[in-house]
Structure formats: structure tokens, C-alpha cells
């Protein structure tokens, strides 16, 4: 009787946890995840896959100037996941104004890392051998 009292206590504890900590959930969620390509690469690890979503901008990050210059944020997607977006500033516009709290859509292409991974290629390809992404910002298109 005892151990099905704590096996009974462990189980409820562990539900508990589960709803309270929605990050926690969303990553044991196989639903959500076959309905989301971003959270499904994540989950397996897997690199150079098309992806799009949203987020809310969690952190500004200083550009990367080695080589192509970049734009860097950190993104908080619904999924509890973070997302940093490289958004080369050689080749699309700079998002000006972007702050803390601001939404921003994006295509692009995912690669991951043990954070949340990347998405990068969020502008046209000048040569024309990948896939054009962009960022959305405040209902303007940057590509």
C-alpha cells in the first residue's frame, strides 16, 4: 500500500510539474512537435531545414562583423524554445528600432545547436541557388 501511495504522489508531482513548466512540456509534446518543423529539427538534431515562425525578440546581441556582417537577437518562440536569428546585413536591410518585446516573423534556414539552434539565410540569394528568407518586422518585409 505504501508504495502505491508514493508511486501515486510521484505521478501527480510529475503532472504538476509538467503544466506548470510549459517549456518542459512542449519538449516531451510529440503532437506538437510533427506539427512543427522548427521544434521537430530541434528534437533530432537536424541542420539545413527550410523553416518559418515567430517569435518575441528576448535579447539584443552585438552584430557580427567577421566576415559577412550580421545582425543577431534572440528569439523566444512560443514553444519555450530559443532561436538566435543571423540576419546578414551585407545583403538585406538592417532592422532599425528592433527592441526587447518586439515580435518578428522569419524564413530561413535552421541549423542546430544545443541552445535552440539558428536560423540564418533570412535575405535573397544574389546568386540564386538557395531558397530567398526574410524577417518580418512591424509589418515591413526585410529580404
Known amino acids: 500500500m505504501k508504495k502505491l501511495l508514493i508511486a501515486l504522489l510521484i505521478g501527480l508531482g510529475l503532472a504538476g510539474a509538467l503544466t506548470q513548466n510549459p517549456q518542459l512540456f512542449s ?20 541542420s539545413d531545414v527550410q523553416v518559418e515562425g515567430s517569435g518575441r525578440v528576448s535579447r539584443l546581441l552585438a552584430d557580427d562583423n567577421k566576415g559577412s556582417r550580421h545582425q543577431r537577437f ?11 536569428i543571423a540576419h546578414n546585413i551585407d545583403l538585406a536591410p538592417r532592422i532599425d528600432g528592433l527592441k ?27 546568386r540564386g541557388r538557395h531558397p530567398g528568407g526574410w524577417l518580418k518586422h512591424n509589418g515591413r518585409l526585410y529580404q
Request: net charge negative.
Open 100 to 126: 526587447v518585446g518586439d515580435t518578428v516573423a522569419f524564413y530561413g534556414e535552421y541549423e542546430w545547436n544545443d541552445k535552440g539552434g539558428v536560423v540564418h539565410w533570412t535575405h535573397h540569394d544574389p
Open 27 to 46: 519538449f516531451l509534446s510529440t503532437d506538437q512537435a510533427a506539427t512543427d518543423p522548427l521544434q521537430l529539427a530541434y528534437q533530432n538534431r537536424q
Open 74 to 84: 534572440l528569439l523566444a518562440l512560443p514553444s519555450g524554445q530559443t532561436l538566435l
